[in-house]
C-alpha cells in the first residue's frame, strides 16, 4: 500500500462522461462528474436506480472507459492507459464487492479469497493462506473456511465476496450494494468491517448502496440524480 495517511485524496475523477445504448436507445449516464475519495473514510452515494450509481463505480474501478474525464489513483492518471497498466492498476490498488458475490462456486471460500492474492503474487502459498483464513474469520466464516462456495448460504458467499476484495490490501475497497443481500446482523458485520479497515489501515470504501442505516453511518454521503451529484 502506499504510504499515504488518511485524510489525503487516493482517488479522483474529474469531468466523467459515459453513454451507454445505441442510436435512438443511447442514454447518457454521467454527465461530467467530479469525485474523490479519502483514505480512512467511507464514502456512501445514493440515489434512485438507474441515475448512474453503478456505472461511476466502474468507471472508478477501471472496468470501463469514459467517454470523456480522467481518473486519478495515487496521484497517477490512469483513466485512459492501456489495458495492461489498468489491469495492473486494478490489482494493486483495488478491491471489489459486487451487489452479486461473483464466487467460483467449485471452490472453496479459502480458495476465492486466495485468488487475487496469487494473481498478485507477492506473497507465498502459507503467506497467502494465512491471510485468506485471517480474513475470513473477521467475517465470521472461520469455521467454513474449506466449505466449497455452492455449499455456503447467498449471505455467506456475499462475506467471502467481502474478504476476497480485501485480499490484496487495497487502497480503494469499491462496494456495489455490499449489504444488499445480508440480514440486519450481517450487514452491521461487513459495514462495521469496512468502517475499520477503512480507519486502520488508510483505505478509502466507495459504497453504492439504497439501506438509508448504511449511508447515515458512513463518513460522507453523495445524493446522484440523472448522472450528477446534487
Request: glycine residues 10%; charged residues 25%; hydrophobic residues 40%.
Amino acid at each position: 500500500m502506499s504510504t499515504l495517511k488518511n485524510g489525503e485524496i487516493v482517488i479522483r475523477c474529474e469531468n466523467l462522461h459515459r453513454s451507454l445504448g445505441r442510436d435512438a436507445g443511447r442514454v447518457h449516464v454521467l454527465r461530467g462528474v467530479s469525485f474523490e475519495a479519502e483514505r480512512g473514510r467511507v464514502h456512501a452515494i445514493v440515489g434512485p436506480s438507474g441515475c448512474g450509481k453503478s456505472t461511476l463505480l466502474y468507471q472508478l474501478g477501471l472496468l470501463d472507459r469514459p467517454d470523456d474525464g480522467r481518473i486519478w489513483i495515487d496521484g497517477e492518471l490512469i483513466s485512459n492507459s492501456s489495458d495492461e497498466l489498468r489491469t495492473a492498476a486494478r490489482g494493486l490498488h483495488l478491491g471489489f464487492v459486487f451487489q452479486f458475490h461473483f464466487l467460483l462456486l467449485e471452490f472453496s471460500a479459502l480458495e476465492n479469497v486466495m485468488m487475487p492474492m496469487r494473481k498478485l503474487g507477492r506473497l507465498d502459498e502459507a503467506a497467502m493462506a494465512a491471510r485468506a483464513r485471517h480474513l475470513l474469520g473477521e467475517v465470521g466464516l472461520g469455521e467454513k473456511t474449506h466449505r466449497l462456495g455452492n455449499e455456503l448460504s447467498g449471505g455467506e458467499q456475499q462475506r467471502v465476496a467481502v474478504a476476497r476484495a480485501l485480499a490484496n490490501e487495497p487502497s480503494v475497497i469499491l462496494a456495489d450494494e455490499p449489504t444488499g443481500n445480508l440480514d440486519q446482523r450481517n450487514s452491521e458485520l461487513v459495514f462495521g468491517l469496512l468502517a475499520r479497515l477503512a480507519r486502520e489501515n488508510g483505505q478509502a470504501v466507495v459504497l453504492v448502496t439504497h439501506n438509508p442505516d448504511i449511508a447515515k453511518r458512513s463518513d460522507r454521503v453523495l445524493e446522484m440524480r440523472d448522472g450528477v451529484f446534487i
